[in-house]
């Protein structure tokens, strides 16, 4: 199972570093906190449980209105059309340096807007009246013709797609350049999370010996562990939410999602989309929402399904004999959790290695909304953190 902590100084656990935990580290490093991140797994590395190189790769927001992911997925927008902006100023960054983000025009459509909880959350039940239409750029509704008879309507706006892989090594190397200590373990997750966090402690204090520098007694522990949270913490409303993707050969004009009813082979997911990821020269297809669902095997029937959806949502990824060229298949997990995300502080009374208390801020469950909470979660993790210190003056 995943786990990510990390410490303050923090130390952040988790057996994959994804994109909750590295923003959240880059947050506190940059608020002046001197952050450790003991993991398992970082960027670069292959394996079936670290969710964040596997995922889809835009922003659209799952928030329904009044809900405080509203306030984080809008902070993330305007630290990514800023991130943007700095690297269209230098045009001659190479590609590996940069964060992996663009900025696209975004279609998205829906099957039936009567059934689908965002639309209904709006005002007369109007798509041109979701929640996030005022922070973004150029948001209109669509008119007809729409890619599938199916459609009954859509709206167009400026939003970004992205190339996870690529994004969470440039939020690796900014922790890095920042001076974040990583520590490589596995943690335990039988044993409970006081155990999880003494064999991390343990592991960074090895570390330190091993390269001869100075050991600082974590102030707290971050928990953001993705599903592991559902054994380590434990938290029984964790569960999986597979998604499956195919990665295709050119790179679709803008990107398009389309929300559809159930009762289609997606009937869990209810949803396609076509993610360019600028200057690869691929799009990443998709997807699927199979909640409680462990196999990260490949579906080829879902696999097919999604490639003739894509057809229909972007036509220009066809080739000459009309077909998609798919270069890999991807299954990943999404860390979802019954409720929502949990970020929080939570006391151990006891729990210490000497019998004080354990402080943990936790930070998990944010299932497929991952990256467009990123940076409005880590901030609310970083005024838990002040708060907390504050307290203890």
Known sequence: MPQFLFTINVCSCRNRAGVIGLQTSLSLLEAGYEVTIVAEHFPGDV?????????GGQWRSHALPGQEQCEWDIQTFKCWKAIVEEEEKTPDLL????????????????????????????KNQDPSNLWWA?????FSRLQTPFPSANIKAGVTYKSFSFDPP???????????LRGIKTVHTKLPTSK????????????ALEECRREGRPFSIPVLFVNATGLGARNLVPDAAVHPVRGQTLLVRGEAHRIYTHVMSAGTHLSNEQIAYALPRNGTGTSLVGGSKQVGAWDTTEDAQLSETILQWAKRLAPELCGDNGELDVLSVQVGL??????GARVEKEIL???????????????????????????GSATKVVNLVEEHLDTRK
């Open 166 to 176: 690529r994004y969470i090594k440039w939020l690796f190397r900014r922790v890095l």
């Open 334 to 339: 999404r860390p979802g959790r019954t409720g």
């Open 95 to 122: 590609l590996e340096r940069r964060s992996g983000l663009a900025g696209y025009e975004s279609n998205l459509y829906w099957d039936d807007p009567s059934h689908s909880p965002e639309i209904l959350a709006t």
């Open 134 to 138: 005022p922070y973004v750029p150029g």
């Open 192 to 203: 409970g999370l006081p155990h999880a966090l003494h064999v991390a402690r343990a592991a």
């Open 349 to 375: 009374k006891g729990c210490g290695e000497d019998g004080d208390d354990l402080v943990i801020i936790h930070s998990y469950g944010h299932g497929g909304s991952g990256f467009q909470n990123s940076v």
């Open 47 to 55: 394996d079936d449980m670290y969710t964040s190189p596997r995922a």
